[in-house]
């Protein structure tokens, strides 16, 4: 069965960095787009980035453009997203998600990691 | 950026009864809509996608229509385990844009 599991979420500095990861397995994880989304604690969803496949593109909020970096390791069925330039509205649970053969919907997501963002 | 609005934020409703909720898009596109249901503590499940087409295991209750800018969920005899936050999401251009979501609470 497909299965996400999100890790390296944490407390971190206003300014800092730090990298999510997502451990796949259960499908073939090269065949698919895999997107990253968070929810800020008590709102809604908001879409982060995504990869494809081959990871030949790559697209990001613009809210996150210039500080995060979305990048994947085929060959370790993982997924990783480098934050940089944190900030306190960056504070969230960062959900991995499978997005299908062209990235049009995410049918399996993980169950979050959480980013805290404070001083 | 396509902005996606839905409506009504909230909705209280009772057990059986049909339940309609809209999404509007800040500009045209096709049918890459999606709706998902959300739990309290649960990561977002998705229930329809392709405005219309029902995610393999939801239940035949929930359907989805629409096209251009409005779109809407119907689901048709509200069950218990229904009452959930329900977003809907473009995935026409990036970023795939969110709705604020929809609150169904129980009446």
């Known amino acids: 069965q497909v299965q996400l599991v999100e890790s390296g979420g944490g407390l971190v500095k206003p300014g800092g960095s730090l990298r999510l990861s997502c451990a796949a397995s259960?499908?073939?994880?090269?065949?698919?787009?895999m997107s990253w989304i968070r929810q800020a604690p008590g709102k809604g969803l908001e879409w982060v980035s995504y990869?494809?496949?081959?990871?030949?593109?790559?697209a990001y909020a613009d809210s996150v453009r210039g500080r995060f970096t979305v990048s994947r390791d085929d060959a370790k069925n993982s997924l990783y997203l480098q934050m940089n330039s944190l900030r306190a509205e960056d504070t969230a649970v960062y959900y991995c998600?499978?997005?299908?053969?062209?990235?049009?919907?995410?049918?399996?997501w993980g169950q979050g990691t959480l980013v805290t963002v404070s001083s | 950026d396509i902005q996606m609005t839905q409506s009504p934020s909230s909705l209280s409703a009772s057990v059986g009864d049909r339940v309609t909720m809209t999404c509007r898009a800040s500009?045209?596109?096709?049918?890459?809509l999606n709706w998902f249901q959300q739990k309290p503590g649960k990561a977002p499940e998705l229930l329809i996608y392709?405005?219309?087409s029902l995610q393999s295991g939801v239940p035949s209750r929930f359907s989805g229509s629409g096209s251009g800018t409005d779109f809407t969920l119907t689901i048709s005899s509200l069950q218990p385990e229904d009452f959930a936050t329900y977003y809907c999401?473009?995935?026409?251009?990036?970023?795939?844009?969110f709705g604020q979501g929809t609150k169904l609470e129980i009446k």
């Open positions: 998600a499978r997005s299908g053969s062209s990235g049009s919907y995410s049918d399996y």
């Open positions: 259960g499908f073939t994880f090269s065949d698919y787009y």
């Open positions: 990869i494809s496949g081959s990871s030949d593109y790559t």
């Open positions: 500009r045209t596109f096709n049918s890459n």
């Open positions: 392709a405005a219309s």
């Open positions: 999401q473009q995935s026409y251009r990036t970023p795939h844009t």
